[in-house]
């Protein structure tokens, strides 16, 4: 499965974006969905996942409250909706695709990824 991940953009802190991501080649409905982010320099760490068995979300301590992953399989997109921004929010932030349903917030459950998309939130 191929994804696109977009929407980033600059933002001043308290504002809100709209990450997308796009899948193509396999439905996304087959796939457990995840948003991580990376800084330069630091690993790449989960952000919020969502499992294509029964939709249950998991979220980073660090952003519980203010972000929400939802997906539409119909569409083949996941989308991560982001509320009261703040500076360490900014990051490149990635989708992964998982065959798996549990453990979402490690990494090395997911299979693919596609090219991240800028969040930048000023302060």
């Known amino acids: 499965v191929q994804l696109q991940a977009s929407g980033g953009g600059l933002v001043q802190a308290g504002g809100s974006l709209r990450l997308s991501c796009a899948a193509s080649?396999?439905?996304?409905?087959?796939?457990?969905m995840g948003w991580f982010r990376q800084v330069l320099g630091k690993e790449r760490e989960f952000v919020a996942s969502?499992?294509?068995?029964?939709?249950?979300?998991k979220y980073a301590d660090s952003v519980k409250g203010r972000f929400t992953i939802s997906r539409n399989n119909a569409a083949h997109t996941v989308a991560l909706q982001m509320n009261s921004l703040k500076p360490e929010d900014t990051a490149l932030y990635y989708c992964?695709?998982?065959?798996?349903?549990?453990?979402?917030?490690?990494?090395?459950?997911?299979?693919?990824w596609g090219q991240g998309t800028l969040v930048t939130v000023s302060s």
């Open positions: 080649g396999r439905s996304v409905s087959a796939y457990s």
């Open positions: 992964e695709a998982s065959g798996h349903y549990n453990n979402l917030w490690e990494r090395r459950r997911y299979d693919y």
């Open positions: 969502i499992s294509y068995r029964d939709r249950t979300t």
